[in-house]
């Protein structure tokens, strides 16, 4: 399918604040603008909305802020989130519903329910986590249009 805006468009950078938490959420409000001015249909829209949200927020608060490339392809919407933050230990407990490390302060602030990443998988077609101890994590999520 064409798509009317062009090419640059429908690929976007964004660059996620560590420490800025009240422009968290900014990076998943600015695309899925994007996607609604694109015709994309509003089921797909709500799941990248939603998967791309909860993956900000960990960048934020967990990952000490990174980076985010989004694009619309062909098939899907691919997005990747990269941070240099400490890395995920053990991604099986990760992924587990409830399962949070968040601290009192994150907490205070609404996150730490621990369903951040059940609910990236829940809403989306793929997604990998690539992480190491240390030097940080990449999240690659996909939804199929
Ligand atoms: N980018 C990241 N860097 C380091 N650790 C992470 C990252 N993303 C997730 N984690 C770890 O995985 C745990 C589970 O993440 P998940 O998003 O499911 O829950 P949460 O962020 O703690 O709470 P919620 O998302 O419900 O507000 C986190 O508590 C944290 O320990
Ligand atoms: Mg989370």
Do not use: W
């Not at 990952?63 to 240099?84: M, P, Q, S, W, Y």
């Amino acid at each position: 399918m064409k798509r009317d805006l062009g090419e640059e468009a429908v690929r976007k950078h964004y660059n996620i604040s560590g420490t800025d938490f009240s422009v968290a959420g900014e990076a998943s409000s600015d695309f899925k603008t994007l996607l609604k001015k694109l015709g994309i249909k509003p089921d797909i829209v709500r799941k990248v909305a939603i998967a791309m949200y909860e993956a900000e927020i960990n960048t934020v608060v967990h990952g000490r802020g990174g980076e985010c490339d989004a694009e619309v392809l062909d098939n899907c919407v691919k997005i990747v989130f990269t941070d240099h933050g400490p890395g995920i230990a053990n991604v099986e407990l990760a992924m587990q519903e409830g399962y949070s490390t968040a601290s009192e302060t994150i907490r205070e602030l609404g996150f730490g329910a621990g369903m951040g990443l059940p609910n990236i998988k829940k809403y989306t077609d793929s997604m990998k986590i690539d992480t190491e101890v240390g030097k940080g994590t990449t999240v690659t999520l996909t939804v199929n249009l």
